[in-house]
């Protein structure tokens, strides 16, 4: 069963403006970690934030935020300001107690200027 | 190396061969993962190694795949009588072992079976 769900294949968003790409995820264990990775057309993989699951606030890294909604099982990654740099693949991540990491089907993010 | 290193690049092998892939993770991270993606998609994840055993091997798609990690560190993903079907980018990353810490990935290889 898909652990891992993000229903936006293709977003587009103006530069400098905000957007918020969408993740959903299912486990029946209380000890998880969320990931958000980029991938631009180069095709490396870049760490861009992490939420574990006991976390009281929603972590921000620069211009990236999770919004965390346990109890809605979503942690969608919020990019502010938006860059032409930013145009990428997006994938949301959940590792959970035994500690593999699965990943979603991911979103392409296009920033226009 | 500071970072997940995969050899090689790239794999051209034709249908029918056998083919090896390596990757060489992170000085100290005893967390190795082994993922597949298609042009497009999510990694798909294969196999999870914690030190040299294979903690999660539920993703390998059929017994043609096998990996070993025999020291702990480096690991070969193996893959016998190659199909079409197995041409992708194969990912490595590899973590600490605490579960909130980041995965780091290699470059990929780009297996082609013609």
């Known amino acids: 069963a898909q652990k891992i769900t993000q229903t936006q294949p293709g977003m587009f968003v103006q530069e400098k403006e905000a957007v918020t790409l969408d993740c959903t995820y299912d486990t029946s264990d209380p000890s998880y970690g969320l990931f958000w990775y980029k991938q631009p057309s180069s095709g490396e993989m870049i760490f861009l934030i992490y939420?574990?699951?006991?976390?009281?606030q929603n972590a921000t890294e620069g211009r990236y935020s999770l919004n965390f909604q346990k109890a809605r099982k979503s942690a969608n990654l919020v990019i502010s300001a938006s860059q032409l740099g930013d145009s990428a693949m997006y994938f949301c991540?959940?590792?959970?107690?035994?500690?593999?990491?699965?990943f979603g089907a991911g979103t392409r993010l296009t920033v226009k200027p | 190396g500071a970072g997940v290193s995969q050899t090689p690049s790239n794999k051209v092998t034709e249908k029918g061969k056998y083919v090896e892939l390596r990757c060489d993770p992170i000085?100290?991270?005893?967390?190795l993962y082994w993922y597949r993606q298609s042009l497009g998609q999510g990694p798909e994840f294969l196999i999870y190694f914690q030190g040299t055993g294979a903690a999660d091997d539920s993703g390998l798609p059929n017994d043609r795949f096998f990996a070993v990690r025999p020291e702990g560190s480096v690991s070969t993903l193996k893959i016998q009588r190659t199909e079409r079907g197995d041409s992708a980018v194969y990912l490595c990353?590899?973590?600490?072992?605490?579960?909130?810490?980041?995965?780091?990935f290699g470059q990929g290889t780009r297996l082609t079976v013609v």
């Open positions: 990353a590899s973590s600490e072992g605490d579960m909130n810490t980041e995965a780091f």
């Open positions: 991540a959940m590792r959970e107690g035994g500690n593999d990491m699965r």
């Open positions: 939420q574990g699951s006991y976390d009281q």
């Open positions: 000085s100290g991270h005893t967390a």
